[in-house]
Nanobody
Framework: QVQLVESGGGLVQPGGSLKLACAAS????????RAWFRQAPGKMRELVAE???????TYANFAKGRFTMSRDNAKNTVYLQMNSLVPEDTAVYFC???????????WGQGTQVTVSS
């Protein structure tokens, strides 16, 4: 069973930064970590950043210019660098992956990000 483990969340002041990590328990030849989502209290889960074919990444409008998704293929770990955080970024952040063998989908357990003074 593939597991995704997120880390890096926490409490940060407005204007601050956090770097989230999502580590997959299988190699990149089996599992592709494709996206970050977030879910704020009382709201639907929404896409934050998504890897596209060809190696590019697309970002939600709220993330453009502030968030950057990157990956370490050797560790099959994907990161989300978040800068200039605002209270509206408060949410549980989840990573999402696809099993390259059978297209099964996996979600991490989520990591809480709280932006507050």
């Amino acid at each position: 069973q593939v597991q995704l483990v997120e880390s890096g969340g926490g409490l940060v002041q407005p204007g601050g930064s956090l770097k989230l990590a999502c580590a997959a328990s299988a190699t990149r030849f089996r599992v592709f970590v494709r996206a970050w989502f977030r879910q704020a209290p009382g709201k639907m889960r929404e896409l934050v950043a998504e890897a596209r074919n060809g190696g590019s990444t697309t970002y939600a409008n709220f993330a453009k210019g502030r968030f950057t998704m990157s990956r370490d293929n050797a560790k099959n770990t994907v990161y989300l660098q978040m800068n200039s955080l605002v209270p509206e970024d408060t949410a549980v952040y989840f990573c999402h992956a696809i099993d390259l063998r059978d297209r099964s989908e996996y979600w991490g357990q989520g990591t809480q990000v709280t932006v507050s003074s």
